[in-house]
């Protein structure tokens, strides 16, 4: 059993802690009721955009739109890390880093060797964990993206990898992420960004019989990078909302684990102060009794 002194020390910074995790899962809640209004704002306007190209999808073998559904034959593939600046949130960056690892160790591992892979971070954790790797070709041109988080930045970017996919620059763009779900679960995803992937189901209910105006290949030659720059946006939103509420829940289990920590030092502390007035007692009573004696 630690002094009165130590007990006393580690229940100031106990409670010093719980404070700031308290604050912390505050925080977290606030920002996360934000995202997840937007996030909820944003997923009909993506599905019905993926609902419009699903019904044009008939119109992709025109040579004028091949070019977005086709993998370029030369070009380096690009990885999008999406990964938070701050820890303190769970497993959320682990998740994603491990899945990284895991793709580099097996599904490309002869890029990684052929150095035909590029790494694009977008938050700091993730550039963190790989930079120390030579193998590695790291891309931190966004990396700080989630500090000023908004759709005309978003679009920038969306609009340069669609740019860089068309050049041949890459010859696929793939994103590991972590899709929200709710506050207390996020589902690590990982998508292909390009080229563009269609899901057309047979006699799916979204085709119809309609007369477009211009056309069809025009509408899509609009549509596609609006969808995909709609879709960056989504994904990022997802990823700013997930790691709020895993924050949120990690914070909230801390304050929880700070509170028993508390409960426990001040039973000891009071067992310590316990024993020493009982030791003064003790001490008291056998000088009286020296001296009577």
Do not use: W
Request: hydrophobic share 40%; net charge positive; with cysteine.
């Amino acid at each position: 059993m630690g002094s009165l002194k130590e007990v006393r020390s580690r229940i100031s910074s106990t409670i010093s802690t719980q404070q700031i995790t308290k604050a912390m899962k505050l925080v977290s809640a606030t920002k996360l009721r934000k995202a997840q209004t937007g996030i909820m704002q944003m997923r009909p306007y993506e599905n019905a955009l993926s609902g419009i190209l699903t019904n044009l999808a008939d119109s992709v073998e025109n040579e004028r739109l091949s070019k977005f559904f086709i993998p370029k034959d030369k070009g380096k593939k690009l990885l999008v890390v999406v990964t938070s600046d701050r820890g303190l949130c769970g497993a959320f960056n682990a998740n994603v880093t491990k899945k990284v690892r895991s793709l580099l160790a097996n599904e490309y591992k002869e890029d990684v060797e052929k150095e035909n892979i590029e790494l694009l971070f977008i938050g700091k954790k993730g550039y963190d964990f790989f930079k120390k790797n030579p193998q590695l070709i790291c891309n931190t041109q966004y990396i700080s993206l989630f500090q000023n988080l908004n759709s005309n930045n978003v679009f920038e970017m969306a609009n340069e990898f669609l740019n860089d996919f068309l050049s041949s620059k890459y010859s696929t763009v793939e994103v590991v992420y972590n899709q929200f779900k709710n506050a207390a679960t996020q589902i690590l995803s990982h998508e292909t960004y390009l080229p563009v992937k269609l899901y057309v189901k047979e006699n799916s209910n979204l085709k119809s019989d309609y007369i477009f105006e211009p056309g069809k290949v025009e509408i899509l030659e609009e549509l596609i990078p609006r969808s995909l720059k709609t879709k960056m946006f989504r994904l990022l939103m997802d990823s700013f909302a997930s790691e709020h509420g895993a924050r949120m829940v990690a914070m909230d289990k801390a304050t929880d684990n700070a509170g028993d920590l508390l409960k426990s030092l001040k039973l000891q502390y009071n067992q310590a102060r316990q024993a020493a007035i009982t030791r003064e007692i003790s001490e008291i009573v056998g000088g009286a009794a020296a001296l009577g004696g």
